[in-house]
C-alpha cells in the first residue's frame, strides 16, 4: 500500500471546533462559510483531563432542528451532537476508514494522534477524491 492512501494524506487540517454550548445557528453558520458539513465539538476545551469530543453534522441538523421544527437560534450544539465520537487514526488506510463509516453509518471521522489530540477530520467525501485522484490499487 502506498503513503498516498492513508488517512494522513487526505485528511482535512486544521479542524473547525465549536463549543457545545454554543448555538446551532451558529455552528450552521460556520458550516455554510466554511463549506464543510461537520464540526467537532470540543467537550474538554477548559479541562486538565484526556480530550473528548463531539460531531455535528448536516445530518444532524436536517434531522434534529429543519425535521424537529426546532429553532437553531435557541438550541445549543450539545443538544444534538453526537458524543463520544469514533476516531480514526493518522496512519489507517483508506480502506480501513472506509470500512469504519460503513460499519457505523457516518460520513465523517476526526482524527487523532496516540494520546486523543485532534489533528484532523476525514470525510467520505475526502474518500472519494482519494480514489478520483490516485485511483486504486489491491493491497499488496
Known amino acids: 500500500m502506498t503513503h498516498t492512501h492513508t488517512v494522513r494524506s487526505w485528511m ?30 470540543d467537550l474538554d476545551a477548559r479541562s486538565e483531563r484526556k480530550p473528548s469530543y ?19 437560534s435557541n438550541t445549543k450544539v450539545s443538544e444534538i451532537m453526537t458524543a463520544p465520537v469514533i476516531t480514526a487514526r493518522v496512519d489507517w488506510s483508506l480502506k480501513e476508514c472506509s470500512l469504519k463509516m460503513q460499519q457505523l453509518n457516518i460520513h465523517h471521522l476526526p482524527v487523532v494522534d496516540d494520546d486523543e489530540n485532534l489533528l484532523g477530520m476525514i470525510s467520505a467525501t475526502d474518500i ?13
Open 128 to 140: 472519494f477524491v482519494a480514489a478520483e485522484e490516485v485511483g486504486w490499487e489491491r493491497d499488496r
Open 12 to 41: 482535512k487540517s486544521p479542524v473547525v471546533a465549536v463549543d457545545p454550548d454554543s448555538s446551532v445557528a451558529y455552528a450552521l453558520t460556520l458550516m455554510r462559510r466554511r463549506q464543510i458539513h461537520s464540526l467537532v465539538v
Open 54 to 72: 463531539g460531531i455535528i453534522t448536516s445530518t444532524d441538523i436536517r434531522d434534529k432542528i429543519i425535521a424537529a421544527d426546532r429553532n437553531p
